[in-house]
């Protein structure tokens, strides 16, 4: 078990950047694999990257891919997602998760843990 707590959303205009934070408690953090994923109202939870446990390889879904970034800083237990060039389709509650696995996974059923989820709001 991994607690998770995101932070950084916010709203911003279309075209801006925004950073989030995912702050992990135990001593755990440096062995999961970790993921961001965004949920809409009304449509299925979906991966929008992920990153393995010592940072060296990561994922990224077709859709952001080219705009978004994901970090780790495992010696402060704290995973990031740089979100560039933002547009009104990614507007969403955005989740950090956990997961023990030896690879990266992008389906929701492979992570142990979950932050509460922090609000992105991207206005045209």
């Known amino acids: 078990q991994v607690t998770l707590v995101e932070s950084g959303g916010g709203l911003v205009q279309a075209g801006g950047s925004l950073r989030l934070s995912c702050a992990a408690s135990g001593r755990t953090f440096s062995m999961s694999a970790m993921g961001w994923f965004r949920q809409e109202p009304g449509k299925d939870r979906e991966c929008v990257a992920a990153?393995?446990?010592?940072?060296?390889?990561?994922y990224y879904a077709d859709f952001v891919k080219g705009r978004f970034t994901i970090s780790r800083e495992n010696a402060k237990n704290t995973v990031y997602l740089q979100m560039n060039s933002l547009k009104p389709e990614d507007t969403a509650l955005y989740y950090c998760a956990a997961s023990y696995q030896t690879s990266i996974g992008t389906r929701t059923y492979e992570y142990d843990s979950w932050g509460q989820g922090t609000q992105v709001t991207v206005s045209s």
């Open positions: 990153i393995n446990r010592s940072g060296g390889y990561t």
